[in-house]
């Protein structure tokens, strides 16, 4: 795992995801997790991932969460589900042990469920649906701290992984200082834009002063 500098994982939280995505793609980088979307709106978060990956069951039957134990505070979880959406691999015992010690969210290529329970300690979880039905005896945890995939994008351990209402993306660690970089300069510019449009300015003037159409734009 790629310990990502500590300040470059504060500066990412000033961040929303618009930006990010934006810098993703000047820069060539696969990013977006498709689908995935909040639990509870207005909360966001912003991690290093533990990544954990699932299996369907065979005949002897194996655990659904019991590397949560392992989790560092300020990480965040990413489950490979495989996208099934027939059956859950979080609910609220391991909302209310992860909001306790202070793990930064979750993300699941899948459900979860217990939904109350989520959004009433406002826990950052965001997935592809909800759905009551349990994963025990039907998936199974195989591994963790491997390459998983959400939504088709590589995930490894250590990648960054940021959240808000707008979706969710990843930040492969050995290029966060550059993705840093470059959706700084996007989000300053985009702020100048709404200044000069908060101002009067024409949108069409305020954007082609910044430059607005090929922010993304790779170079």
């Known amino acids: 795992m790629i310990k990502v500098d500590s300040a470059i994982i504060e500066g990412f939280k000033k961040f929303d995801t618009t930006s990010v995505s934006d810098a993703l793609d000047r820069l060539g980088i696969v990013g977006g997790l498709h689908g995935i979307r909040p639990v509870v709106e207005g909360v966001a978060f912003c991690g290093q991932a533990f990544t954990a990956h699932y ?125 840093y970089r470059v959706a700084e300069e996007i989000a300053k510019k985009e702020e100048i834009i709404e200044r000069e449009v908060r101002k009067g300015v024409s949108l069409r003037e305020a954007r082609a002063k910044m430059g607005y159409h090929a922010l993304q734009t790779r170079k």
Do not use: H
């Open 55 to 179: 299996v369907p069951c065979g005949v002897v039957k194996g655990t659904v969460g019991d590397f949560l134990d392992d989790v560092e505070p300020g990480q965040v979880v990413v489950i490979d589900n495989g996208g099934r959406t027939y059956c859950t691999v979080w609910g609220d015992l391991m909302t209310i042990n992860a909001s306790q010690r202070g793990i930064a969210g979750t993300v699941i290529d899948g459900v979860c469920r217990d939904v109350p329970g989520i959004r009433k300690l406002r826990y950052p979880i965001f997935t592809k649906g909800c759905y009551m039905v349990t994963g025990k005896d039907r998936v199974q945890c195989d591994g963790v701290n491997i390459p998983v995939a959400i939504s088709g994008v590589q995930v490894k351990p250590g990648d960054i992984l940021l959240g808000d209402d707008s979706g969710a993306l990843v930040i492969p660690a050995e290029k966060a200082e550059e993705v």
